[in-house]
């Protein structure tokens, strides 16, 4: 067994020159596939054309650039919270085996900001294009035509006090509060986390513990009402009781991905001497798990709204399995995200090789964010969506970014929690 002097527990991780060239080749290639669908979109080559009626209106290109805006805003939010949500984990459950990468964990969170801008902007900018609730009209109990009872029993939720079909306050302050909640406990967890490697003690420790435990408390309340919120009410008339969940499923699974390849990148560059093929093994066991995870709840939602067959419920599978746009990747989605991970991640060895963590973790964040693609587009596009050079394009800049970002808040401070009461444990351990 190694022992503590073995290993430079005041490793830096260095952000090189070559991987900040990978990322922005990355975000270049992402920008011009984005650029070619948006002019294809201008001059009708691949988005049915301005001319076109869809629900009531013409449908213009910049509705597809929005809803890929907020495909990828929701969906690396959630990633970047996941990875405080699980650092946060760790404490509360006093786990030992992942102190070597804490500091991965806790990287992701560094996207809350820009998220939170990116987020809020776009809503500002593209809420009508976006959300249907959001025009006035529909809670006009005098406009006979466009008047909307379902939606005016909601209205409140989102215009609270104030009156419905105005300015929705409601809404906007519940998004400011779940950023403001989570880049707090983050930027928290982080100070906390760093001023310990110049303390001894446990006492850190445990006061990175309390805060944890407050954070996860919240973090189950916001993530759930987030998903209502940014998801959910984009088809406003439908609802279901799983969906905070189905979202969180969703973002841990991709989430945890990232921590993996992260991880396995980091490993394969020098780093994390003491992470060996146990630690490996556990981020690939809970890559495994949480999609069997997501892969039940999709499963209770889907088929107790089938065999319910009520159809305001329903309408929601109908118009994506009906669509000649959509009902393919329905196919993809589950594809990707279950029948891969289960296959590939069921035997021992494949948890434990790097080579099967890169691909089938690649595969599984671009399932997920089908995932989202599908929660999103047939209900603010309908059949003018679609999956071409826009999507392709918004992804790649996002990921890019994303990346960049985390990668150079990892770089600023030890990769390794070097008074970590558990350090030891983690060295040891064995599965």
């Known amino acids: 067994m190694a022992h503590v002097s073995n290993y430079n527990l005041d490793q830096k991780f260095d952000f090189t020159a ?27 080559g691949g988005d049915h054309g301005a001319a076109e009626e ?48 804490l500091r991965v964990m806790l990287s992701l969170g560094n996207w809350l900001p820009f998220a939170a801008v990116l987020m809020i902007v776009t809503f500002f900018v593209a809420n009508h294009d976006l959300f249907h609730w959001t025009h006035s009209y529909l809670y006009d109990t005098n406009d006979l035509e466009h008047y909307d009872r379902i ?6 939720f989102f215009y609270w006090p104030m009156e419905k079909g105005s300015f929705p306050i409601f809404y906007i302050v519940r998004m400011f509060a779940f950023f403001g909640i989570w880049i707090f406990f983050f930027n928290k967890l982080k100070n906390l986390s760093f001023a310990e490697d110049n303390l001894s003690g446990s006492h850190n420790w445990s006061n990175i513990r309390k805060w944890s435990a407050i954070f996860l408390i919240l973090f189950g309340i916001t993530s759930s009402v987030s998903a209502w919120d940014w998801v ?51 981020l690939g066991k809970f890559v495994f798990a ?13 088929l107790l709204i089938y065999y319910a067959n009520i159809p305001e ?5 109908v118009e994506r399995l009906s669509s000649d746009v959509y009902s393919p990747f329905i196919f993809v989605n589950l594809a990707l995200n279950f029948v891969l991970p289960f296959l590939v991640l069921m035997t021992r060895d494949s948890k434990r090789h790097t080579i099967f963590l890169k691909v089938v973790c690649s595969l599984i964040i671009l399932g997920h964010w089908f995932d989202f693609f599908l929660m999103v587009q047939p209900g603010t596009l309908g059949h003018n969506g ?46």
């Open 18 to 44: 070559s991987i900040k060239k990978t990322l922005f080749v990355g975000l270049g290639i992402g920008a011009v596939l984005l650029i070619a669908g948006i002019l294809t979109g201008i001059f009708g």
């Open 54 to 101: 869809a629900g009531g209106h013409a449908f213009h290109w910049y509705e597809r650039l929005y809803a890929n805006l907020w495909i990828n805003n929701v969906y690396f939010t959630g990633i970047a919270i996941i990875g405080v949500f699980f650092f946060a984990i760790q404490y509360a459950a006093q786990a030992g085996w992942s102190t070597g990468i």
């Open 151 to 156: 939606i005016d029993g909601k209205g409140a």
């Open 232 to 282: 959910m009410s984009i088809d406003t008339h439908w609802f279901s009781t799983m969906f905070g969940w189905y979202v969180f499923a969703s973002w841990f699974v991709a989430g945890l991905s990232v921590i993996t390849l992260i991880t396995v990148f980091l490993k394969e560059k020098g780093y994390l001497e003491m992470v060996n093929e146990n630690h490996i093994h556990d």
């Open 290 to 302: 949480f999609s069997i995870f997501w892969t039940y709840i999709w499963f209770s939602q889907f």
């Open 313 to 317: 419920e329903s309408v929601y599978f």
């Open 386 to 431: 679609g999956f071409g050079l826009m999507e392709i394009g918004m992804l790649l800049v996002f990921a890019s970014a994303f990346g960049f970002v985390a990668l150079k808040g990892l770089a600023k401070g030890n990769l390794v929690a070097k008074n970590h009461p558990m350090l030891e444990e983690s060295y040891h351990h064995h599965i």
